[in-house]
Every structure is written in C-alpha cells, then in structure tokens.
C-alpha cells in the first residue's frame, strides 16, 4: 500500500496516536513480522484479523511493552518511544488483555485486579476501598460475582471477564483486546460491546483481535489483515465483509467442511442413559438432568447450546471429571461409572477440555512431552520409558495432525494457539481412543485451523472414530456434524440433521435470533 493511500485512510479515519513503523520481530530463524506498519486511532475500533502464527499476539506485545521489536519503530503521539516493560507501557496508557488468561487462581477477583498495584491508604492496603472498585467494575459489565470469590472457583467464561474488569481499572487511553470474547456467552459478548462503544465514545482506543468474523464486524470501525508475519490489507468498515477478511487472511473464501459419508457406521459406541450432573454446590438445579444419547462408531455429533445449558458439565462427567447423580455412561456397552480418568482413556474414551492451558497442556514440557503424557503407559514398563518408541509416537502424532513446530523437542509456548489446540487433540488421538469428547475444539483459533480440526476428525471419524465435540457457535454446528443435539437447561431441546437451518437450531437453544 503506497504512503499516499494510507495518508487518506488515515485523514478519513481519525487522529492516529500510536503507530508501529516497519516493525520486525526475530525468534532465532522464525520471523515472526516483517516491517509491519500498524496505526491506532483515537476513539476508534480497530480490527486485527489473521491465522494463528500470523504474528498478531506478537505485534500487540510489541505495542504493549511485553516484549521488544527486532527492528522498527513505535511512535506515540508524535515521539519516539521504547517500551522497556509492559508497566511502562501501561503508565503510557496502553493495557492487554491476553488471550490466555494471566490470573493467579488462588486469588480473590479483587486481589486479582489490583495485583501490583495496590490501593495504599495510611501506609497499609485499603481493602475496602478495592473491594468497592472491584464491585463497580463488575457492575458495569453486569457481572454478579463477589469481588471476595477465588478465581479458581469460577467458570472460565466469568474468568474472561474478571480480565476485562482488570483491564477496564487502569483507565488506559488505549486498549488492546487480544481474544475477549473466546469463553464468554452471546449475552456476555453484548455487554463487552456495549462497555467498548462507551469508551471509544470517551476517546480511548481499542485493537480488537478476533476469530469470530462475524461478530468482530459488530463492532469495528477499520481493519487490518496479517498474513505470515506481513500486513497483507487494510479497510474501513464499509468497504470490508465476510469474505473480503477470509480473502485476505487465507486466500480463499472456503467453508468448514461437510459431514463425512461414504462408510457404514458401526454399532452404538457411547450411550448415555438417564444422566444426571448436579449443578454448582449449593445450587437449586441440576447441570444435566436425566439426558439419554446414544452415539454410534463413525459418527459425528454436534452438541450445541448458549453458556449454561450444560455442554461441558455433561462432556467432562462422561470423560470422568464430574460426578454424576444418577444414569449410566456406556462404552460398547460396558458401564464406565466406576473407572477413573485414568482408566476411561485407556479404556478408549478421552476428552479434549475447553480449557486448553489450564487443562490441555503442562506449559514447562515440551511439545513431544505434552503429546505423549496421555500414551506414556505404552512406552513405560516398570521404572524405565522406551525413548525410542516414544519419539517415534511424537513424529507420528505431528504428522498426522499437521502441528507447525520445529520438532518434538520446541517448548509448548512457542506454538500458536491453534497449534497448541492440534497438540492436545493429538494427545488424545495417540491414545487410539474409539470416542472422542472435545468441549469447544475451536476456541481461539482461526479459522484455517478450524477448518484443518474439523478435516481431522471427519478421517478419524470414517476409520471408525465416535466423535462428540460441543459448540457455541452455530456456523460449527453446520460443518461436519451428521446430528446436532441442542441442549438447554441441562435437556436435551431438540435434534437436527446436517441440513438444519442455524435459525431454527438458535431456536432450539432459547436464543434470540436477532437480524443484524
């Protein structure tokens, strides 16, 4: 794009008061960008779209002050400026918010907010006086949740928003929102974008990075496409649609696939009967009541429902991480109710949690490490590993699952999230399982990785695999599913073939469907 274009853009569009120039970030042979010119205009949304590893987590820590550019330029209002650390660039007015979640779980929301800067009131921290902050900020983003609560103690969708309320406290004149809707609900999501058009109406400036095209479009005012480390397109809103970003983010306009076919599916692989999961202690509800599924070897089933209607509850009692109340949970008509996860896993059923840092992956081993630890009894007799035999499932599992690394032996961090998330799935696929839960596959991933998850367990499934995978997003519910089952309210409310309309699934679930 020629210096003159970008000039009119820029006098269209508003006050620009941070800029990125030809900014380039080395990690030993991986360019992670490649002269970069990014813009942030006062009091506007800015859009950041692209793959996972396209380099957009990169540049946002570069502008937030977590890590430093290679080469290049940042300038902020005019001046040159060099951000020593994340609290430098934070007392400048520029704060991030990660897409995975930096919280200490064993904090209370309130000390989790003012974590490392505390509110001093006669030598001493004024509790109080956070805790009255703290209430407000959740007020303002119509969360009720007690600022005394562990984080650990809340759903992980709530923990996203304990993030923002963090953000939202340092009163940053610009904000960078990397992922802020992956765990919350459409009702969550609405209240964000409400809380965002007020700041950006008080001047302050938001970079919003999001897989969710459609609703990204929501609420931007200008967009920017990244592509192998490069800015590949940049647009005003009224110029930009669905397909002008998959365009420019993966050079075609595809699709998520479609349900497998060609093969007989085999006999019942998984039944669920009468399956009761109680709700949050001291809750006056169950999470799942007496629901009955049967799945069939081969076969690919949908469940789809908003926040709350019990997918991961009924997922994670399956996989043996919940207790049930009541039911039976078979496999090829043997009852699991007895065995351990442990045990379920080697017995052929395993679940890939929503959760993937928290639950997936073990952050201080390798990607070879984390890709075995499911399978390590297959290559462990007494006190020694057969170091061999476990490489060799390393390779194969990288293979298979087409996972962009420089070999087993790279840390798990330097894996973009959605090459983390094929890490777990292939974890769980080197245990040869014969069904397969995954509880939200595609949160925080592009949509190529989607598209390359969704082709994975349409192969597994024709070589005979049962795979379950839950979802909140309707376009997913239409890819490769041969049934889609919504629940509500811990129920089954209704199931639909693969030629389903998404208003009548939207229907089923007690959701709004709202003409945009």
Request: proline share 3%.
């Amino acid at each position: 794009m020629s210096q003159a274009s970008q000039r009119q853009i820029k006098g269209e569009i508003g006050e620009v008061v941070l800029s990125a120039h030809n900014v380039a970030k080395t990690y030993g042979s991986v360019q992670a960008l490649k002269g970069v010119n990014f813009d942030i205009h006062r009091g506007q949304v800015t859009t950041l779209f692209g793959e996972n590893g396209a380099g957009k987590s990169t540049l946002m820590k570069i502008l937030s002050g977590v890590v430093r550019p290679t080469s290049g330029e940042i300038v902020l209002d005019g001046q040159t400026v060099n951000f020593v650390s994340s609290t430098h660039a934070r007392e400048c007015g520029i704060s991030i918010i990660h897409q995975e979640l930096s919280l200490a779980p064993n904090l209370s929301v309130r000390d989790n907010i003012f974590m490392g800067r505390e509110i001093i009131t006669g030598g001493t921290v004024d509790f109080a006086e956070e805790e009255r902050q703290t209430r407000a900020l959740l007020e303002e983003l119509e969360e009720d949740i007690d600022p005394l609560t562990p984080v650990e103690d809340l759903r992980l969708g709530q923990q996203q928003i304990v993030e923002i309320a963090r953000a939202l406290s340092v009163n940053s004149r610009i904000l960078i929102m990397d992922e802020p809707t992956s765990a919350l609900s459409a009702a969550e999501v609405e209240v964000l974008f409400k809380v965002i058009r007020d700041l950006t109406s008080r001047g302050v400036s938001i970079v919003y990075i999001s897989h969710h095209l459609e609703e990204a479009l929501q609420i931007t005012n200008h967009a920017v496409v990244l592509r192998d480390g490069t800015m590949t397109a940049y647009a005003e809103r009224k110029d930009i649609d669905l397909e002008w970003i998959v365009r420019n983010m993966v050079g075609e306009n595809f699709d998520l696939g479609s349900p497998p076919d060609g093969y007989e599916m085999g006999k019942v692989a998984l039944s669920i009967k009468e399956l009761t999961v109680p709700g949050p202690s001291g809750a006056a509800y169950n999470a799942v009541d007496r629901l009955s599924l049967d799945v069939r070897a081969g076969e690919i089933v949908c469940i789809y429902g908003l926040m709350g209607a019990g997918r991961t509850e009924l997922l994670e009692c399956v996989a043996g991480r919940l207790h049930a109340s009541g039911g039976h949970i078979l496999l090829e008509g043997r009852d699991v109710a007895g065995l351990s996860i442990a045990n379920r896993i080697a017995s052929g059923l395993g679940l890939v949690p929503e959760d993937r840092q928290r639950d997936g992956l073990v952050q201080t081993m390798t990607v070879g490490s984390n890709l075995s630890l499911a399978s390590i009894g297959a290559f462990t007799k007494g006190l020694f590993t057969s170091g061999g035999r476990e490489r060799e499932l390393v390779t194969d599992s990288i293979r298979k699952v087409h996972i962009k690394t420089d070999g087993g032996a790279a840390p798990i961090g330097s894996l973009s999230g959605g090459n983390q998330q094929k890490v777990v799935i292939g974890k769980m696929l080197a245990t040869h399982p014969k069904v397969i839960l995954l509880d939200e596959p595609s949160r925080g991933i592009d949509i190529g990785a989607k598209a390359e998850v969704f082709k994975l367990l349409a192969e597994r499934a024709k070589q005979g695999l049962a795979v379950i995978y839950s979802t909140s997003e309707v376009a997913e519910c239409l890819s490769i599913a041969h049934r889609i089952i919504v629940m509500h309210r811990g129920k089954i409310s209704a199931e639909f073939s693969s030629d389903v309309t998404k208003e009548k699934i939207m229907a089923a679930s007690g959701e709004a469907v709202v003409a945009h």
